[in-house]
């Protein structure tokens, strides 16, 4: 379909565009930027009037819970939440039941997310068989099949030859390893920050040393085997300085952090609040402060949703025994244009941690509209406001600890390789 997006403010960070212009698009690619392309006839004009047109968002991390988890959502259900939410591509950790550390496996999420049609589905492979955090993955394999990097999703790996071979095997194979720094002695049964509020509440607490014991090891063997290495879901400000440092020093080092952590702390846990039970924890507001701080100057180079939908009874258990995590795609827009509404970062910046930045750190080819581009496309009314609640929300999990916030941003139209796959009529 060959569709012009009329009269929008295209933000384009990649390419430095931010003006309002007229975007051309045909056989699912960009073909023109303002003037009309010759010999272009839109079959469907939108009219893109005071809204922001951009790249289709990338979520560094979304668990899609299928398969092996599907009476918590399916790669359908989840997918079409991610489209409604602007976002055209997801990377899923490989925490699945079966864990992807077999071609098969990827295969079956590619088929299916196929099948639903309406966002990219990334996968990462195993780091260690079955996540069991000794016996390696078949790397190799799970790169051809199409992973576009390897995990041992939130499962720690203890021993450190068995991780320095890890990397070394990743290495040789170009493949990017994605951490997610928590050291499993520190952390073990913990449930919350270490600090104040988990002392008053009698909740075992999770200091901030589970976090950067892990990072500095792992720094310790990438200074070594030079491998990629991304850390996912920051949530500490020593964590930041020592990604910091760390690049300052050349290591291929690079981080992310989830939405929620740039706008809630422990305080949040209010008096039990199974809702803002998450891993890592919520942590001080000098940390949340940190993160923002690392989100505008760069160091982290983009925002995910850490998407964990939980069916209703998961969170209904005193605080300790619920599960951990949140059902996120609705609020990643919101909660990434609350922190330009808040002065964290202004609104390109904010739209590049969520196309360009995640896209580079993938190293693939999305997060852009420049011409020849893939048209993965979000539309959005940046001054619609809705209130976060179980019916305005796409995903299956209604698991969240925004419920009734505000949060300004609609999403009327999300194009998937020039394909609409989302459109919603403003009232």
């Not at 990629?228 to 920051?234: A, K, N, Q, W």
């Not at 039990?272 to 001080?284: Q, V, Y």
């Amino acid at each position: 379909m060959r569709i012009s997006l009329r009269n929008g403010r295209l933000i384009d960070p990649a390419h430095g565009i931010d003006t309002v212009t007229d975007l051309h698009l045909a056989d699912g690619h960009v073909v023109g930027i303002g003037k009309t392309p010759d010999g272009f006839s839109a079959e469907r004009v939108i009219d893109a009037s005071e809204h922001i047109v951009c790249p289709g968002f990338v979520d560094l991390c979304a668990r899609l819970r299928e398969p092996g988890a599907e009476h918590k959502g399916t790669i359908a259900s989840e997918t079409r939440a991610a489209a409604a939410n602007g976002i055209t591509t997801v990377v899923v950790p490989p925490d699945t039941d079966p864990v992807i550390d077999e071609s098969a496996v990827v295969e079956l999420i590619r088929r299916q997310a196929g099948a639903a049609g309406f966002a990219r589905v990334l996968t990462l492979g195993a780091l260690t068989r079955g996540l069991g955090g000794e016996i390696l993955a078949e790397m190799a394999a799970l790169k051809e099949a199409g992973c576009v990097g390897v995990s041992n999703a939130q499962v720690a790996v203890p021993n450190s030859l068995v991780m320095k071979r890890a990397l070394e095997y990743a290495a040789s194979h170009e493949l990017t390893v994605h951490l997610q720094a928590m050291d499993p002695w520190l952390s073990a049964s913990g449930q919350a920050h270490d600090g104040q509020v988990a002392a008053r509440l009698g909740l075992v607490g999770i200091p901030v040393a589970a976090e950067t014991a892990a990072i500095g090891r792992e720094l310790a063997l990438i200074e070594e085997t030079r491998t990629h290495v991304h850390f996912g879901r920051l949530s500490s400000a020593r964590a930041v300085a020592m990604i910091a440092r760390a690049r300052e020093r050349g290591l291929p080092v690079s981080c992310d952090v989830a939405a929620h952590q740039l706008h809630l702390t422990e305080i949040d846990l209010g008096r039990f609040d199974s809702e803002a039970h998450l891993l890592p924890p919520l942590r001080t507001m000098r940390d949340r402060d940190a993160l923002r701080r690392g989100v505008a100057s760069g160091v982290i180079g983009a925002i995910c949703s850490d998407h964990q939908p939980h069916q209703a009874d998961a969170k209904l258990d005193p605080f300790g025994m619920t599960e951990p995590g949140a059902s996120a795609l609705d609020t990643l827009l919101g909660l990434t244009l609350k922190l330009v509404d808040e002065d964290v970062c202004d609104l390109v910046t904010a739209i590049e941690r969520l196309t360009a930045g995640p896209a580079r750190l993938l190293g693939i080819d999305a997060g852009h509209l420049g011409i020849g581009a893939v048209a993965d496309v979000c539309v959005f009314n940046p001054q619609a406001y809705r209130i976060i609640d179980a019916g305005s929300m796409a995903s299956r999990g209604h698991n969240t600890p925004f419920f009734g916030w505000e949060l300004r941003g609609v999403v009327c139209h999300t194009l998937l390789a020039g394909c609409p796959v989302y459109h919603h009529d403003e009232l």
